[in-house]
């Protein structure tokens, strides 16, 4: 069974501080995606990654593909209470079109 | 441009009961999925369509579950009969292509009494 773990599972913090999420896998990948998730929303693309070593930057959010495309880090700084939400990694195959979700990140940022 | 639509957005139903979940997916999209979400599982994927046909319907809890999409703009999720643990949010999302990013639905929240 392919799975990919996501850490923390829980976060909170203050408006300012910075944080990192990590998504984990024993698979390797060919894509990697990041969404968010709002409450009573679906998820939405934040970026996608599809080289090892890829850093990919958004504004205040850094992405980070591992060299073995295996693992994926979103690095945020100087969050604000509008990141609060569900992170969610993805992994994608070459071989399918089926996207393989993390256990996910809620993160909450409190004023 | 519209979204991917879902309908109805809530649906509350007795244990026994058929319930049919509908998806509009956006203009242009060849590929189609249905995933559900709960606390426990997360977001699983149930089953997707290319181009109007199943491809891989896997994640298909049991025989209870169906689904269809009769043509490019229109798809179908139904549960007969359902149980209480079918509660979930349904969520319906499309592709523009192979292999790329997934635009999701705002959701179907079911639950079953």
């Known amino acids: 069974t392919q799975l990919l773990e996501q850490s923390p599972q829980f976060l909170s913090i203050q408006e300012g501080e910075n944080l990192t999420v990590y998504c984990n896998s024993s698979s390797v990948f060919s894509s990697l995606q990041w969404y968010r998730q709002e409450p009573g929303e679906g998820p939405v693309l934040l970026v996608t990654v599809v080289t090892g070593g890829e850093v990919k930057k958004l504004k205040r959010l850094t992405f980070q593909f591992g060299d073995a495309r295996k693992d994926s880090s979103l690095h945020i700084t100087a969050a604000q209470p509008g990141d609060t939400g569900l992170y969610l990694c993805a992994g994608g195959f070459v071989t399918t079109d089926k996207l393989i979700f993390g256990t996910g990140t809620r993160l909450q940022v409190f004023p | 441009d519209a979204g991917v639509i879902q309908s109805p957005r809530h649906e509350v139903t007795e244990m026994g009961q058929e319930v049919t979940l509908r998806c509009k997916p956006i203009s242009g999209h060849n590929s189609l999925f249905w995933y559900r979400q709960t606390m426990m599982r997360g977001l699983e994927l149930l089953i997707y369509f290319n181009n109007n046909v199943p491809i891989d319907d896997s994640g298909m809890p049991e025989d209870r579950f169906s689904a269809k999409m009769p043509n490019a703009s229109f798809s179908t999720l139904k549960i007969q009969p359902s149980e209480p643990r079918d509660s979930a949010v349904y969520f319906c999302?499309?592709?523009?292509?192979?292999?790329?990013?997934?635009?999701f639905g705002p959701g179907t929240r079911l639950t079953v009494t």
């Open positions: 999302a499309s592709s523009p292509r192979t292999r790329s990013e997934q635009y």
